[in-house]
């Protein structure tokens, strides 16, 4: 009867410790496998976008292909100088987004997100290379989304054929001035006013999120820090 009182105990003691393990190793499992479908149905988001926009471009090929070589040619010119402008605008607005998300992560000292597991909760700090990974990546993803409203093909194909060769005769400039570089030149101040709100916007709100910067009785209060930070923003708006 006490051999069978200690097996039974012992069977009762190691189905216990089975059930604390599966509480343990449970949790994170069904938390992994919800990060997991939601990178899977953002990944399949972002293939759908994708396969559009190249089926989008076939069939304007083909199209501008019916009507002959010159056609042909006229299209695949102005994709070049199409992407071309978005790709140098996508990297230079993630650089200037990058560069403020990297100021604000420097100003901050830890980052502690809570994590549970099974009854106890657990704060969790994120290290600084992990946020300077994310800030890449949101600069990333910001940068390509700015870039690709910008359509101005046309001066750019005008500035790489070189000038027209015809002044016009009040400023004495080459008309290629007027007609393509000035455009382009609004264009790109326009596109880099609409980058520096993005990134002052972006930039406060991250900071808002911190101690750096905070409203009490109805005034903004700001550190050091932030406030050189934004007086660095507003004097590249002006």
Do not use: M
């Amino acid at each position: 009867a006490s051999i069978r009182r200690r097996a039974s105990g012992t069977e009762r003691r190691g189905d216990d410790a089975r059930r604390t393990r599966g509480v343990r190793a449970g949790e994170p499992r069904r938390g992994v496998t919800r990060g997991r479908w939601v990178a899977l149905a953002l990944g399949l988001a972002a293939l759908l976008l994708v396969g559009r926009g190249v089926a989008a471009l076939v069939v304007e090929q083909r199209w501008y292909a019916a009507f002959g070589p010159g056609a042909e040619e006229l299209w695949r010119t102005r994709e070049i100088a199409r992407w071309l402008l978005r790709g140098l605008a996508a990297a230079a607005a993630a650089g200037v987004l990058f560069a403020n998300l990297a100021g604000v992560v420097a100003s901050v000292e830890k980052v502690v997100f809570p994590r549970r597991l099974g009854d106890l909760e657990i704060a969790e700090t994120v290290p600084g290379r992990r946020l300077l990974w994310g800030a890449g990546g949101l600069s990333l993803v910001l940068g390509v989304l700015l870039a690709l409203p910008l359509d101005d093909w046309q001066s750019l194909v005008g500035l790489a054929t070189g000038p027209l060769r015809e002044l016009e005769p009040y400023t004495e400039h080459d008309l290629s001035f007027h007609v393509d570089w000035l455009p382009l030149e609004g264009t790109l101040y326009a596109w880099s006013l609409l980058v520096l709100l993005v990134a002052g916007a972006l930039v406060l709100a991250c900071y808002a999120l911190t101690s750096g910067f905070r409203i009490e009785r109805g005034r903004p209060r700001f550190t050091s820090h932030v406030r050189r930070h934004v007086t660095a923003l507003g004097a590249a708006l002006i």
